[in-house]
Every structure is written in structure tokens, then in C-alpha cells.
């Protein structure tokens, strides 16, 4: 539950900048422990590459979440800004929190169906927030 200060849009809002701030650190530790602290550490480029199959599409999804979070977190600020959020949109943004986790999780497994639902169920809780945005619901 939200604290009272906070919508429950931004509270969903806040918990998905969360999760997707840290949803490096699995498979930075694990280019850490496969190739040794000092090499993962010691890239300028940024071009270490994993043999570890998982971790490699877990920085997919990553990218996925970052590359989505920019369309998200404007539109629930200007829900917020606008006053327009309701009950419609506040389960959105908890429909949309709980689908980023899931294709995370079933993109770094490589399940395929699954992520594709998941992804798709996100994109649908963004549509309702752009739609009640320009008064389309």
C-alpha cells in the first residue's frame, strides 16, 4: 500500500524505477565471476561479453525495461500533474509493474511465449494511461 503522500501511480511508478534500476546487477556479478573483478571492472568501452547465455538476455531485457520506462514514467507524471488518475489507472500502473517483472524474469530463461505476453499486457497498460491522458476512456 502507498504511503499517503504518494498516489498510487507514482507508488507503482516509484517501485518500477526501482526494479529496473537494479535489474543490472545479476549479470554485472555474473560477468564479475566469470571473467574476474578487474577485467569486468577494466572495460572503457563497455564491450565485455558474457559466454553465459542467460545473463546475456537478462541485459536484453534490461535495455527492454530501460527503452519502456521512458514511455511509462511520463505518462503517470502527467496523470499526476493532470489529476486525471483514478482507479482505472492505478491498476494499470500495477498491471504494467508486475508484466516488466515478468519479461524480465521469462526473458533472461528464454521463455518465449510468455515474454511476448508479458511484454504485450505492458504495452496495454500504457495505451490506458495515454488514452485517459487525452480523454479517450
Same mark, same amino acid.
Given at each position: $500500500?502507498?504511503?499517503?503522500?504518494?498516489?498510487?501511480? +507514482?507508488?507503482?511508478?516509484?517501485?518500477t524505477?526501482?526494479? %529496473?534500476?537494479? $535489474?543490472?546487477?545479476?549479470?554485472?556479478?555474473?560477468?564479475?565471476?566469470e571473467?574476474?573483478?578487474?577485467?569486468?571492472?577494466?572495460?572503457?568501452?563497455?564491450?565485455?561479453?558474457?559466454?553465459?547465455?542467460?545473463?546475456?538476455? $537478462?541485459?536484453?531485457?534490461?535495455?527492454? &525495461?530501460?527503452?519502456?520506462?521512458?514511455?511509462?514514467?511520463?505518462?503517470?507524471?502527467? +496523470?499526476?500533474?493532470?489529476?486525471?488518475?483514478?482507479?482505472?489507472?492505478a491498476l494499470?500502473? $500495477?498491471?504494467?509493474?508486475?508484466?516488466?517483472?515478468?519479461?524480465?524474469?521469462?526473458f533472461?530463461?528464454?521463455?518465449?511465449?510468455?515474454?511476448?505476453? &508479458?511484454?504485450?499486457?505492458?504495452?496495454?497498460?500504457?495505451?490506458?494511461?495515454?488514452?485517459?491522458?487525452?480523454?479517450? %476512456?
Amino acid at each position: $500500500m502507498p504511503p499517503e503522500t504518494l498516489t498510487t501511480e +507514482l507508488y507503482w511508478l516509484t517501485l518500477t524505477v526501482l526494479m %529496473t534500476g537494479l $535489474m543490472w546487477l545479476p549479470y554485472i556479478i555474473n560477468r564479475m565471476l566469470e571473467q574476474g573483478i578487474g577485467f569486468a571492472l577494466w572495460d572503457p568501452q563497455g564491450e565485455t561479453k558474457t559466454q553465459i547465455v542467460w545473463a546475456e538476455r $537478462m541485459a536484453r531485457a534490461h535495455k527492454n &525495461a530501460v527503452e519502456n520506462l521512458i514511455i511509462f514514467a511520463p505518462l503517470v507524471l502527467t +496523470l499526476q500533474l493532470t489529476q486525471l488518475n483514478n482507479a482505472l489507472t492505478a491498476l494499470a500502473c $500495477m498491471i504494467y509493474f508486475f508484466s516488466r517483472l515478468t519479461h524480465y524474469i521469462v526473458f533472461s530463461f528464454g521463455i518465449p511465449v510468455i515474454r511476448v505476453l &508479458a511484454f504485450m499486457v505492458s504495452v496495454v497498460a500504457q495505451l490506458i494511461l495515454a488514452f485517459t491522458v487525452l480523454g479517450i %476512456t
